[in-house]
């Protein structure tokens, strides 16, 4: 399993570095160093919720709230703003408020086994509800905010935005979730397998909570991250969303059977998708051949991923003529 992985990440590695250079043939400014950290730093947040998507999806589960998670944490990031409250208070806020719909998720799987597509489109449409009811349907525009909240992600360091920064802080930390952590080894066992996960003594319902609670709190910071570099926040801020956020996920690798994927699976699928819709306006497509072209390389990663998901089951029964020769051997 991991040489399959390797190997499609080493492609897909290939596929954004030829796109990139196809498109950098016809528009030499593509590939220029200001423009590739633009690119990468609209992409940011979409890295950030694919990779609490990623532990969601090993796990068996899918989170189809994390778009409005990020618009309810981001309205109450740029209501607390309003109000006065301290920048670092107001980041911690978001983290938390996305935490909880992510735990409740969580709770709502574990506890009371009901299915998590159906309890994250549930939750999904009460955030979105529940914003309207805190901004009473008006939005939060950017003189409204201040100057702190709005200069942090955007503030350069080592030629980087604070907020690509932030990114790559997280996959690092991911990188060593999953590869030195009981509970990075616990989202595989539950997806590979939930029944031997339980003989191991891996408890799969509370590890499908932190896998949530994981998701719904980085859905929270990337709910600040997204209203403070747009600088509004309103009712439908990413909506629809979270297409792009799983979308990422299947395109990276990670399978939605549960089980297996990568961290830079999930990493360069947010990649590729990001670099697909900054390049596509360039070179003059429509957005309307650009949810095409999204969906069909949807489509296109989940036949791959079950095609090299299927394999040969073992023979547990044999017939009487081969039990027979085998004896006599």
Same mark, same amino acid.
């Given at each position: 399993?991991?040489?399959?992985?390797?190997?499609?990440?080493?492609?897909?590695?290939?596929?954004?570095?030829?796109?990139? +250079?196809?498109?950098?043939?016809?528009?030499?400014?593509?590939?220029?160093?200001?423009?590739?950290?633009?690119?990468?730093?609209?992409? $940011?947040?979409?890295?950030?919720?694919?990779?609490?998507?990623?532990?969601?999806?090993?796990?068996?589960?899918?989170?189809?709230?994390?778009?409005?998670?990020?618009?309810?944490?981001?309205?109450?990031?740029?209501?607390?703003?309003?109000?006065?409250? =301290?920048?670092?208070?107001?980041?911690?806020?978001?983290?938390?408020?996305?935490?909880?719909?992510?735990?409740?998720?969580?709770?709502?799987?574990?506890?009371?086994?009901?299915?998590?597509?159906?309890?994250?489109?549930?939750?999904?449409?009460?955030?979105?509800?529940?914003?309207?009811?805190?901004?009473?349907?008006?939005?939060?525009?950017?003189?409204?905010?201040?100057?702190?909240?709005?200069?942090?992600?955007?503030?350069?360091?080592?030629?980087? =935005?604070?907020?690509?920064?932030?990114?790559?802080? /997280? /996959?690092?930390?991911?990188?060593?979730? !999953?590869?030195?952590?009981?509970?990075?080894?616990?989202?595989?066992?539950?997806?590979?397998?939930?029944?031997?996960?339980?003989?191991?003594?891996?408890?799969?319902?509370?590890?499908?909570?932190?896998?949530?609670?994981? $998701?719904?709190?980085?859905?929270?910071?990337?709910?600040?991250?997204?209203?403070?570099?747009?600088? /509004?926040?309103?009712?439908?801020?990413?909506? +629809?969303?979270?297409?792009?956020?799983?979308?990422?996920?299947? !395109?990276?690798?990670?399978?939605?059977?549960? +089980?297996?994927?990568?961290?830079?699976?999930?990493?360069?699928?947010?990649?590729?998708? +990001?670099?697909?819709?900054?390049?596509?306006?360039?070179?003059?497509?429509?957005?309307?051949?650009?949810?095409?072209?999204?969906?069909?390389?949807?489509?296109?990663? /989940?036949?791959?991923?079950?095609?090299? $998901?299927?394999?040969?089951?073992?023979?547990?029964?044999?017939?009487?003529?081969?039990?027979?020769?085998?004896?006599?051997?």
């Amino acid at each position: 399993m991991s040489r399959h992985l390797k190997s499609r990440e080493a492609l897909l590695l290939l596929a954004i570095v030829v796109m990139t +250079g196809a498109i950098a043939l016809r528009f030499p400014a593509f590939i220029a160093p200001l423009n590739l950290i633009g690119t990468f730093t609209d992409t $940011s947040p979409l890295i950030i919720l694919a990779l609490g998507e990623m532990v969601v999806i090993l796990c068996r589960c899918i989170d189809l709230s994390v778009a409005a998670n990020l618009a309810l944490a981001g309205m109450i990031a740029a209501m607390l703003d309003v109000a006065g409250v =301290p920048l670092p208070l107001i980041i911690l806020a978001a983290v938390a408020a996305g935490a909880l719909v992510g735990a409740i998720n969580g709770v709502l799987v574990w506890k009371l086994d009901i299915p998590p597509i159906v309890v994250t489109l549930g939750t999904m449409t009460i955030a979105r509800g529940m914003i309207f009811v805190l901004s009473g349907g008006k939005w939060i525009n950017d003189q409204a905010l201040s100057g702190a909240f709005k200069g942090f992600p955007r503030a350069v360091v080592l030629g980087l =935005p604070v907020l690509a920064w932030i990114a790559i802080a /997280v /996959v690092l930390v991911f990188v060593v979730l !999953i590869r030195a952590t009981p509970l990075g080894r616990a989202f595989f066992a539950v997806g590979g397998n939930p029944n031997a996960a339980v003989y191991t003594g891996i408890d799969v319902g509370r590890t499908q909570f932190w896998a949530f609670t994981l $998701s719904g709190a980085l859905a929270g910071l990337a709910g600040y991250l997204w209203i403070s570099r747009y600088a /509004v926040a309103y009712v439908d801020i990413a909506n +629809g969303f979270e297409l792009d956020v799983v979308a990422a996920c299947v !395109i990276g690798g990670i399978s939605i059977a549960g +089980g297996a994927g990568s961290v830079a699976g999930a990493f360069l699928g947010a990649l590729f998708l +990001g670099i697909t819709k900054n390049a596509l306006p360039v070179i003059g497509v429509s957005p309307f051949w650009q949810m095409a072209i999204s969906g069909a390389a949807i489509l296109a990663a /989940v036949a791959i991923n079950a095609r090299e $998901s299927r394999r040969p089951g073992r023979i547990i029964l044999k017939s009487v003529e081969q039990t027979a020769l085998e004896a006599r051997t």
